[in-house]
């Protein structure tokens, strides 16, 4: 029904989410953790996005890369796996990451995504061989650019560092919140230490 909004970023929303307004509607669009922190209020952009009805809901999830629509899709079909738990797998990782490590078999990469077990992560790679193969793009291939490299490892460092921060005590939309604030600054993190010590110093101040 709605494949595509291009607007004005009006609102920033905790855990993550954003209103963004266009002829004069604004849309409400869950996003995965690493397109949600490219988003900058008051600019704008294009998310391509997902329409869910449910039978108590109406909810619209939002891609900044049109490939993330694509998977998250796929994951849905799959018995067992919401649109939260899609969410998470591409909050950890992108979309071509997530894509090769099916394709390697690699359960190890998959059980690091909160929530994630074993079981889970086995089944997993059973059915998502056969959906992410169905998806044309790029010519039928997933290749890691440097863009997308460097997106897939800010985005493992992300649910690192808020895998960590909810194991000290924080809830998880604050420290959603934080890690967003802390990256709001302009500086980049290599690694998960980084980028944990700066959104800490932003706990402080809360």
Not at 50 to 59: K, M
Not at 112 to 124: E, M, N, Y
Not at 139 to 163: C, D, K, W, Y
């Amino acid at each position: 029904m709605i494949g595509l909004i291009t607007g004005q970023v009006q609102y920033l929303m905790a855990p993550t989410a954003c209103i963004m307004t266009t002829s004069g509607v604004g849309y409400d669009i869950e996003l995965p953790l690493p397109s949600f922190c490219q988003l900058q209020l008051n600019e704008q952009a294009s998310i391509w996005t997902h329409f869910h009805v449910r039978e108590d809901a109406q909810l619209l999830y939002g891609f900044i890369d049109r490939k993330e629509r694509d998977v998250f899709r796929q994951l849905i079909k799959i018995n067992g796996v919401g649109a939260k738990m899609a969410l998470a797998m591409l909050s950890a990782m992108s979309a071509a990451e997530l894509k090769m490590h099916v394709e390697q078999e690699s359960e190890t990469a998959l059980t690091r995504i909160p929530g994630i077990g074993k079981k889970t992560a086995q089944r997993l790679l059973i059915e998502l061989k056969d959906k992410l193969k169905n998806i044309d793009v790029d010519n039928g291939t997933f290749e890691l650019t440097p863009q997308e490299t460097t997106i897939s490892h800010e985005g493992s460092i992300i649910a690192e560092v808020e895998g960590a921060l909810i194991s000290l005590g924080y809830k998880e939309k604050e420290a959603q919140l934080a890690i967003k604030a802390a990256k709001s600054k302009g500086d980049t993190f290599a690694d998960t230490q980084g980028l944990l010590k700066a959104t800490l110093q932003q706990l402080s101040g809360f």
